[in-house]
């Protein structure tokens, strides 16, 4: 039985389908709600039938609702995979972008990860997160507005200003201490996930939100479960660039990251070098031999992964075996 192939530009409002059977091509516009997607799915139920969409957030919400409980081949594509995919193209719209979605499927379909629903405690996390992130971004945004009231004392509007500014700033931090108390309480209400909070915030350097972030990114360790793979999405694995004789570059990270978990490694590693462990001993003494900081320091978040992988896989806390005198 020959495949069909079904790729789908997702939007706020609608989604654009793109069907491809024994090479024909059919499109369809649809609303973005649960019932316009059951109705349609309902239309084209045929077993072995390979989904895919791109990975935009919560405007995925309703499809995976609605295919969670299909019996369809689905998978999520990041963003730039398909647009690194796609090469020179020109234009635009969204029954090409449901066609290059179809498309790219079909072509790297044996290569692509299949997707399978989150859990209910792992969808809340994501979404807490993501709350608690877009706040600490206002709050960043509100402290830099306060530099600029300086300027604004020969308009008698400064005072003012400043204690508005700071009125909001406290309000949002009451927020983030609410999303975090309710990020915790979901955690502590699964016992798999309680767990391994405990065992990844036994690692030196590793806090909470680290924690909470990690568990979330990888889906309780379920669709990330090789340190290295979780080490390349977070732009801490090195990678050569060389060809030939005449171009023989440093090892370095890609620039195709989460930035996010990044940064939060990175104050990971900076917490980590400042503790008694080994990897304080381990930068110091490359540092020592003439290496650059940051090229150690990103090897620290490389360390800081796989050390969390590995009280996972073990399922035993993280034992610090420096000798303090």
Known sequence: MKKIFIGIDISNLTLDICIKKDGQLQYFTIHNQIK???AFFKKHTTEGNVIAMENTGRYNW???EVLASSNFQVYVIPPVHLKMSLGLSRGKNDKVDALRICSYIEKNQAESIIWKPSSIVVRQLKVLLTERQSRIKMKSQ????????????TLALDKDLLSLNKQLIKAIEIQILKIEADIEKSILGDQELKKQSELIKSVPGVGKV???TLIAKTEGFTTISDPRKLACYCG?????????TSIRGRSRVSMFADKNMKTLLH???MSAIRLNNELKMYYQRKVGEGKNKMS?????RNKIIHRVFAVIKNQTIYKNDLVLS
């Open 62 to 64: 309703n499809l995976y």
């Open 267 to 269: 104050l990971a590693a």
């Open 296 to 300: 150690v320091l990103n090897a620290v």
């Open 236 to 244: 801490v694995a090195p990678f050569d660039y060389q060809s030939g």
């Open 210 to 212: 680290v924690s909470w």
């Open 142 to 153: 509100l402290i830099r507005q306060q530099y600029d009231y300086r300027l604004m004392k």
């Open 36 to 38: 316009a997607i059951k």
